[in-house]
């Protein structure tokens, strides 16, 4: 096929279609491929982050503080919400379809060579947008997992590691300590790592690890306060900071997040990164969303009625999502709307949804090909007692919640693409 031709509706549907064959984790692919394009990932510094949950918001606090201090910096994170460009970001803005089509062109040799995944694709086309556009400084997360992901190739400045929970066992392992082990793959010889990690289980095989690579380790646990009268920010005590922090981002677990990403960011200073001074860490912070391109975490997209939508994709995201909302907003006058993929635990999510006393509960189903059906949902809110609806499209379900919302409010959370769904919808709606 002449690349020339070809459109970035083309492009995105080839790179997606390559999902299709699995999801095959390890390095040598990577590898081989980043050799033949002259490593690009060595081009620029690296703050590499993994982790069950939060793994997004820190990179984005990271991301947007070094965007503050005059850094150029690139963003790597996935999934995208609505468009794929979303994935790749210098100082929050997405790379060009234009470019996203150049770059697939000249990769689809390696695809053919070496039966590449659609991951492994994305993470080297990220490496050598970022080279090419010769970022000062890139913030890279790890898609799953951490020891064998294709980004695992990076040897950072510092090293991060949000917490380990439950999720992806089919390929990560059943267990916390086995998920841990993953995660904790990405710390490199004497490199600092910085873990928010909780579980005690998940702390020692970090610990280990990091102690095994003469890795200097800094555990952070955020103990303070947190005060929000609204989604757009909060006012938080943050240790490091001689007084209390405006983050662009609310709830304690952003407040965790945020600590985190601020130790890290010390790190990065020790290292030479003499711009980071408190004022422009403050800055970063307050202005998360805009310097980063962050969207979807307890994001609000109208007013009178009130409608706001969540990523909260897996249990422990979930329930601290709820906990946010449920600080500021009456669940009795809260219409909900909920979808989740088939490789989620939809069971304990929708036990937790049933726990809020919302005033109604609707299930949508994206129309990407993982999602959990329709009779799965319904069928797991019966068992907890949960009177549920349905609607055949997410934009409905939000629509009709939207509605019934009248003085109170609506809210739709869930996987990304349920939610990038709907942008979609409202772009097209008007």
Not at 156 to 170: F, N, Q, R, Y
Request: net charge negative; glycine share 8%.
């Amino acid at each position: 096929m002449d690349h020339h031709a070809v459109t970035y509706t083309d492009t995105v549907e080839w790179l997606f279609g390559l999902q299709f064959f699995g999801i095959k984790l390890g390095l040598d692919n990577i590898t081989s491929m980043a050799a033949r394009w002259g490593n690009p990932h060595r081009a620029f510094p690296v703050v590499h982050i993994a982790g069950t949950n939060g793994k997004g918001s820190t990179a984005s606090f990271i991301a947007a503080a070094l965007t503050a201090a005059g850094y150029r910096t690139g963003l790597y994170t996935s999934p995208h919400l609505e468009d794929f460009t979303e994935r790749i970001r210098i100082d929050g803005a997405a790379i060009s379809s234009d470019d996203v089509v150049r770059y697939a062109a000249a990769l689809r040799p390696e695809v053919e060579r070496l039966n590449a995944t659609f991951f492994e694709i994305t993470t080297l086309m990220a490496f050598q947008y970022f080279a090419d556009n010769r970022v000062d400084v890139a913030v890279i997360e790890t898609g799953m997992g951490g020891r064998l992901d294709a980004t695992n190739i990076v040897v950072p400045a510092c090293s991060v590691i949000t917490g380990v929970a439950l999720d992806h066992t089919e390929y990560l392992g059943s267990s916390i300590e086995a998920i841990a082990f993953e995660k904790a793959g990405i710390i490199k010889r004497g490199v600092p790592v910085v873990s928010g990690t909780a579980d005690v289980t998940a702390a020692r095989v970090i610990a280990d690890r990091a102690a095994a690579l003469g890795a200097p380790l800094v555990p952070v646990f955020w103990q303070g306060r947190a005060e929000w009268t609204d989604f757009d920010r909060m006012c938080c005590e943050l240790g490091g900071m001689e007084y209390p922090v405006v983050l662009g981002l609310v709830g304690e677990h952003q407040a965790r997040n945020a600590a985190l990403s601020l130790a890290a960011l010390h790190r990065l200073k020790e290292a030479g990164f003499d711009q980071l001074t408190d004022e422009v860490l403050r800055d970063g912070f307050r202005n998360v969303r805009s310097y980063s391109g962050l969207r979807g975490r307890l994001h609000r997209l109208a007013s009178d009625p009130e409608l706001v939508v969540d990523a909260g994709h897996n249990p422990e995201g979930l329930r601290v999502m709820l906990d946010a909302w449920c600080a500021l907003r009456s669940p009795a006058a809260t219409h909900a709307v909920f979808g989740v993929m088939k490789s989620k635990d939809h069971h304990e999510m929708i036990r937790e949804i049933a726990t809020r006393g919302f005033a109604s509960v609707t299930f949508v189903q994206a129309t990407a090909h993982d999602a959990q059906p329709m009779e799965a949902l319904l069928d797991a809110a019966a068992r907890q007692g949960l009177e549920a609806r349905s609607a055949d499209t997410v934009h409905r379900g939000v629509e009709a919640a939207f509605e019934r919302a009248h003085d109170g409010s609506a809210l739709l959370f869930g996987s990304h693409y349920v939610l990038g769904e709907y942008f979609r919808a409202m772009r097209e709606h008007g």
